[in-house]
């Protein structure tokens, strides 16, 4: 096993790095390209796509750094399938800028193609959300990982709130094939909804807590 600190530093490069990509879709319209009667202010209200789904995106990937965050309060070392878990999370959330500019491109297209990228984005955050949960569960389940101070009862109390919006997510799998903009109203809401903190690290003694009980354990070798 080992300490979460090397961990938690890349997993926080990899989501700083995917946030900041998704700012590459805000393009600047070309004064070239501006039609006779066109004005700049046109041309950057018809962007409105572009803005929603980033705006979204970014709340997403933010809400799973500071979800992350909260989850590794509670966790003192992680064994090779904490990594592997979390790895494969970074490797979903890495990807979100994918279908992030793929929605914006096509929400308005109306048919099959708006379908299709409301379709894709829902199923990437589908594959996010069992990652995260599939690496929440894993590591809260196993007394073993956790800070001595946490309550265990209280963190498997959580599991169903943490875990129950991959439900929800599936639907706007669904969803995506009826509207892509209410699609994307739905992420927003589900963004909103892991803005509160469904981990359960605040009830217990560990999360951020100061003294000899929150002093990192001293590093071992991974199993």
Same mark, same amino acid.
């Given at each position: ?141 196993? @007394? ?73 354990? @001293? ?5």
């Amino acid at each position: 096993m080992t300490e979460t600190n090397r961990l938690e530093a890349f997993s926080d490069g990899v989501m700083a790095i995917a946030i900041t990509l998704l700012v590459l879709d805000l393009s600047v319209p070309a004064r070239s390209q501006l039609g006779r009667n066109e004005t700049l202010r046109h041309a950057l209200a018809q962007m409105w796509p572009n803005y929603a789904a980033y705006v979204v995106s970014f709340l997403i990937i933010g809400i799973i750094w500071m979800n992350h965050h909260s989850l590794f309060r509670m966790i003192a070392r992680v064994d090779r399938l904490t990594l592997f878990l979390n790895l494969l999370l970074l490797m979903v959330v890495s990807a979100i800028p994918f279908p992030t500019r793929l929605l914006a491109e096509y929400l308005t297209a109306g048919g099959p193609d708006s379908h299709l990228a409301a379709a894709v984005y829902s199923g990437t955050m589908l594959a996010m959300s069992l990652a995260f949960g599939a690496l929440f569960v894993s590591a809260t389940r196993r @007394p073993d990982l956790l800070r001595p101070t946490v309550d265990h009862a209280v963190v498997r109390a959580s599991i169903p709130r943490f875990t129950g919006g991959g439900a929800v997510y599936a639907l706007t799998v669904v969803l995506a094939f009826i509207s892509a903009p209410v699609t994307l109203l739905a992420h927003f809401g589900l963004a909103v909804y892991y803005l509160f903190d469904h981990t359960g690290s605040g009830s217990s003694g560990s999360a951020g807590s100061s003294g000899p009980a929150s002093t990192p354990p @001293p590093e071992l070798t991974v199993e």
